[in-house]
């Protein structure tokens, strides 16, 4: 038996908070051999990123490695000399890191940042690593190998740094590369490119990888083993069929349930209904730049019309039409089979009262030095005329309905709270000012899949309860799929394709909805091997420039 | 996105445009001051027909407004006017020198205060850009605190007092250095330089402060982004991840920084100028205000004001050049 590459024991890691050190991670040990992808996977705060950074001997500020020994091919990393890490780093472990656009240095171009590693390691001079840089960017299948390099970072779409990020991680043939949730803030298409990018080349170098994830379907795809953590403490980990089809703890069950919530079909809509809101024929522009065109779909009292597309296609500017604050070019938006003004400062109170926003980002959508009493009772007062004891005998039945003790809640400030919990102080601040139509823009995306679960399955009560009209921007089949009873497809400012979601999601499809709809990643482990037979290498994205 | 080229002239005409403002300004506020040069200069024997002839004789008899655009549009072709204080010399002694108009007066003053703050700009610059970089470097350490303590002292202390130190440390206990800088324009280089560097260094303990602390800050700022960590987990070295990759993004604030300090050495230096005995336009300025020397006081003024709107133009146009985002449009 060969010596693992990387071999950690009983790893416990603290963070700093209010002058106490809170365990982040509790005692952990892991063993990756060479080649090998391990997957690592958990709900945000379990330790994922904390673990792999410390895989490399590397805590970020406010965090220590309190016990345990890492040891990468024999070399001990906890209490090694800066001198010591710094020599492994970059040339034997290599780092992709969650946003490639946030973590390519904007002042310098790719090819530069690409070959300070290799030149300052002294593993390759300058031209060496720039004529390698560019077959790595060729491997890749990134479009214009030859001269992409030379771009900044803000010159590149984001799949394309990601992929140029895995390949400056290759540029001096490290033995381990840690891959932080490197696809998570792409499209899907985009992330199917990015997956089997990144696949083929840790292969083709028989790299050792840890895969960290919160995506399940993706850690499927692309590990040999699973990890999963929760709150620091290893859950259980095998090999990816295994886990996959026999997962043995209950919270690992619970994880690859969540994405069987799907809500039952609504009865069919009324020949003779009137829509809530109509979207009709609008065009809509920034500047000189048109981003809209002439775009329509009716959306009708008790259902949820999702829109979905990538980003870039048009959803929020459809969102700020309907709301008023980007008043189109052309077209009206119709409530209840009336005009509405097109800029919200001329519609009257009651119009804004029955149109209402939750936001992607709760943690910016609350303000936060309001309590959450002020938060929600703010429009309250506004729309409805409560004061007094009457306001909090509402703002405390708002938070009832979303599920928040109002005794516990009511004084409390946004950040006392869990990601979760502001998005349904979001929630609530919308019912406040009790609306019809209520626009739901990507509310679940920032959250983990057990939390987005839970204010899934509140938004689909609240609807059945309060006769609700959503309108839900996503670019997650997966949400579109749990509590859609409508589907708009958009790409490029244009519907392509709308209907009911049953006739969607069923064969034939056109072929963007096709290309959206295969390109989410499913369960099976074999599945992005068979998609891309099935599509053909060519057909990736811009993959037809450069050769494999 | 917005062309490089055209935000430069938008600057430009928007500097401009402050200038004008600020010349109505400049003109009102002297306008303002109490008393008139007339009255300055007669002292005891201002009898109300001499004072009522010599204000004629200088034109201040007209309205506010009309002498506003006859000095504008006698500016706008680079005449400054004629300094009262030395026409009168002038009509004193039957002698019609060049040296009348306040161009021919300020020029030399002008290029001394230059020189000095040339000088110091030498020192101060490169000396605060290395100690913020490594404050930045070795953040929180002794070496931290002691250029913190030692650069945040010298900018709370009175710049006579620290002129007086350094003389008594430089010129009195050692005499390395002269302490009176009193410059003349038969003088080589190196005599000037010898005889500047006492007021530039203590100008110098006046303006790093500043700029130390702003390079520090503006990179630590930096540290916490992912690019920084990024740079780090490739087994950069601490120098090179602060020099080479936090610096280029810091630019922006130093390069502001710095631009107001020097707008500082341009247009306020006079302690330092008395101290030393330095022949700079601050001290002609003070003694034009004592006299009411209008022309003067608003020469000065308006190049002062140049001085700060081209240092900040300047200081825009260059931070606006450190971001690859505008230099580079996709």
Known sequence: ?548 | MVSVTRIVLQRLVLGLLTLFVVSIVIFIAVNMLPGDFAQAILGQGATPEAVEAIRRDLGLDQPPVIRYFQWLGRALQGDLGSSFAQANFANFTGTESGATTVAAQIAPRFANTMFLAGVTAAIAVPVSLVLGILAALYRNSAFDRVANIFTLSSISSPEFFLAYVLILFLAVLNPLLPSLSNIYSDMTLGQRVERTLLPALTLTLVVTAHMMRMTRAAIINLLASPYIEMARLKGLSPLRVIVHHALPNALAPIINVIALNLAYLITGVVVVEVVFVYPGIGQLFVDAVKIRDIPMVQACCLIFAAAYILLNFSADILSILSNPRLRHPK
């Open chain 1, 1 to 548: 038996m060969t010596q693992p590459l990387l071999k950690i024991r009983g790893l416990k890691i603290e963070g700093r908070s209010d002058e106490t050190w809170t365990p982040i991670i509790n005692g952990i040990d892991l063993d990756l051999n060479r080649g090998d992808v391990l997957g690592l996977i958990g709900e945000s705060g379990a330790g994922k990123s904390t673990l792999g950074l410390a895989a490399m001997g590397f805590t970020r500020d406010g965090c220590r490695i309190s016990a345990g020994s890492v040891e990468f091919d024999g070399i001990e990393l906890v209490n090694a000399s800066a001198a010591v890490k710094r020599a492994l780093l970059g040339k034997r472990i290599a780092y992709v890191a969650q946003s490639a656009a946030a973590s390519f240095n904007p002042a310098h171009r790719l090819i530069d940042q690409h070959t300070e590693g290799p030149v300052q390691h002294g593993v390759m001079s300058r031209a060496e690593s720039e004529a390698d840089g560019i077959e790595l960017y060729r491997k890749l299948r990134l479009p214009n190998a030859d001269d992409i390099g030379f771009r900044y970072p803000h010159q590149v779409s984001g799949g394309q740094l990601q992929r140029a990020m895995t390949a400056m991680a290759m540029s001096c043939r490290p033995d381990l590369i840690i891959f932080d949730e490197p696809t998570t803030a792409l499209d899907v298409t985009t992330q199917i490119e990015v997956l089997a990018a990144i696949r083929d080349i840790v292969q083709q170098f028989d790299t050792a990888a840890v895969y960290i994830t919160h995506d399940l379907a993706v850690v499927a795809q692309m590990a040999d083993r699973i990890k999963v953590l929760l709150q620091g403490d290893e859950v259980e980990e095998a090999d990816t069929r295994t886990m996959l089809s026999a997962p043995t703890e209950e919270y690992t069950k619970s994880l690859w349930a969540v994405r069987r919530f799907q809500r039952p079909a609504k009865p069919a809509i009324p020949a003779d209904a009137t829509p809530v809101v109509s979207v009709r024929g609008i065009t809509a522009a920034y500047a000189a730049t048109t981003v809209l065109h002439d775009i329509s779909f009716d959306m009708y009292a008790g259902r949820t019309v999702a829109v979905v597309g990538e980003s870039g296609s048009g959803k929020s500017t459809v969102a700020r039409c309907i709301t008023g604050l980007l008043p189109p070019k052309s077209g009206a938006i119709e409530f209840m089979g009336t005009a509405l003004p097109a800029d919200y400062r001329k519609r009257s109170k009651d119009q804004l009262r029955q149109i209402q926003m939750i936001y992607q980002m709760a943690d910016t959508a609350l303000n936060p030095r309001k309590t959450i009493g002020q938060i929600i009772g703010r429009p309250v007062e506004f729309y409805l005329g409560l004061k007094g004891a009457k306001r909090r005998a509402r703002v405390e039945d708002l938070l009832n309905l979303i599920e928040l003790e109002p005794k516990i809640y009511f004084d409390r400030l946004p950040s006392e709270l869990s990601g979760g919990q502001k998005q349904r102080i979001g929630i609530a601040r919308a019912l406040a000012a009790e609306p019809q139509f209520i626009i739901c823009d990507e509310v679940t995306s920032a959250l983990d899949q057990l939390v987005a679960e839970g204010i899934l399955k509140l938004l689909a009560r609240l609807q059945d309860e309060l006769g609700l009209t959503y309108m839900v921007i996503t670019h997650d089949l997966a949400t579109v799929r749990a509590i859609a009873d409508e589907m708009v497809v958009m790409k490029d400012g244009r519907v392509v394709e709308q209907g009911g979601k049953e006739q969607m999601f069923a064969p034939p499809h056109h072929p963007y909805t096709d290309l959206l709809l295969s390109s989410v990643p499913e369960m099976d482990p074999d599945w992005l091997t068979c998609l891309l037979e099935e599509r053909g290498v060519d057909n990736i994205g811009d993959a037809a420039v450069g050769k494999m």
